[in-house]
């Protein structure tokens, strides 16, 4: 992680009110229609949004869940989540302060979903690895994510993040980090050459 989490929080608690209005590009719409779709819950299902930001896909996951765990460092982000939950009358989702690496869940919540979109690539790669082992812990059934990741060589020229405070990974560092905590990557969709979405499933348990 280049800056501290209280750096990064700060960050974005400053520019809450006009996240949503500068999430225009192209690839980042069709990142959060992917997790959605792959994300896929049940009225049975309850799902985490790790790094919820202002609950774009909480929200959208809400209608069809059991209920929606957001979590975030950012207080802005998060207030703006609860604002637009309210405003929609989404009582099935609770936004609250969490990292990635302590989703502050309770431990007897039973976790069927994980999802995450444009967050993680502030970690560093020991950092990434770290956080599915958490997630792996939880024993979800699915986890589904969208960020910035790197299907070839970047250009330097035109990078889709910003050097100065994201910590993308290659497509293959997460591939690997996901099946050494047990999970079979069951899709890779990549809507750019920097961003993609990986799908991972629960390996089931092997016969003996």
Same mark, same amino acid.
């Given at each position: 992680?280049?800056?501290?989490?209280?750096?990064? @929080?700060?960050?974005?608690?400053?520019?809450?009110?006009?996240?949503?209005?500068? /999430?225009?590009?192209?690839?980042?719409?069709?990142?959060?229609?992917?997790?959605?779709?792959?994300?896929?819950?049940?009225?049975?299902?309850?799902?985490?949004?790790? =790094?919820?930001?202002?609950?774009? +896909?909480?929200?959208?996951?809400? $209608?069809?869940?059991?209920?929606?765990? =957001?979590?975030?460092?950012?207080?802005?982000?998060?207030? /703006?989540?609860?604002?637009?939950?309210?405003?929609? =009358? +989404?009582?099935?989702?609770?936004?609250?302060?969490?990292?990635?690496?302590?989703?502050?869940?309770?431990?007897?919540?039973? +976790?069927?979903?994980?999802?995450?979109?444009?967050?993680?690539?502030?970690?560093?790669?020991?950092?990434?690895?770290?956080?599915?082992?958490? +997630?792996?812990?939880?024993?979800?059934?699915?986890?589904?994510?969208?960020?910035?990741?790197?299907?070839?060589?970047?250009?330097?020229?035109? $990078?889709?993040?910003? $050097?100065?405070?994201?910590?993308?990974?290659?497509?293959?560092?997460?591939?690997?980090?996901?099946?050494?905590?047990?999970?079979?990557?069951?899709?890779?969709?990549?809507?750019?050459?920097?961003?993609?979405?990986?799908?991972?499933?629960? @390996?089931?348990?092997?016969?003996?």
């Amino acid at each position: 992680m280049k800056k501290t989490l209280e750096e990064h @929080a700060d960050r974005f608690s400053d520019i809450a009110s006009d996240y949503d209005d500068s /999430q225009d590009s192209e690839a980042y719409r069709a990142c959060v229609s992917l997790v959605v779709h792959y994300a896929d819950p049940s009225e049975d299902d309850t799902v985490l949004d790790l =790094g919820t930001g202002t609950g774009a +896909i909480a929200l959208a996951l809400a $209608p069809d869940a059991k209920r929606v765990v =957001g979590r975030d460092i950012s207080e802005g982000m998060l207030e /703006q989540a609860r604002t637009k939950a309210a405003e929609v =009358g +989404i009582d099935n989702v609770e936004f609250g302060d969490g990292r990635f690496r302590d989703p502050n869940v309770d431990d007897a919540e039973d +976790i069927d979903i994980v999802v995450s979109n444009f967050a993680m690539h502030h970690l560093s790669d020991e950092e990434k690895r770290e956080t599915i082992e958490v +997630i792996a812990d939880l024993e979800p059934e699915r986890f589904v994510l969208g960020d910035v990741m790197f299907f070839g060589e970047p250009n330097p020229d035109e $990078p889709f993040y910003s $050097p100065e405070v994201d910590d993308p990974s290659t497509v293959g560092y997460l591939a690997d980090a996901l099946t050494d905590a047990g999970f079979v990557l069951t899709a890779v969709e990549a809507v750019h050459e920097q961003v993609g979405v990986l799908v991972a499933e629960r @390996a089931p348990p092997v016969d003996k």
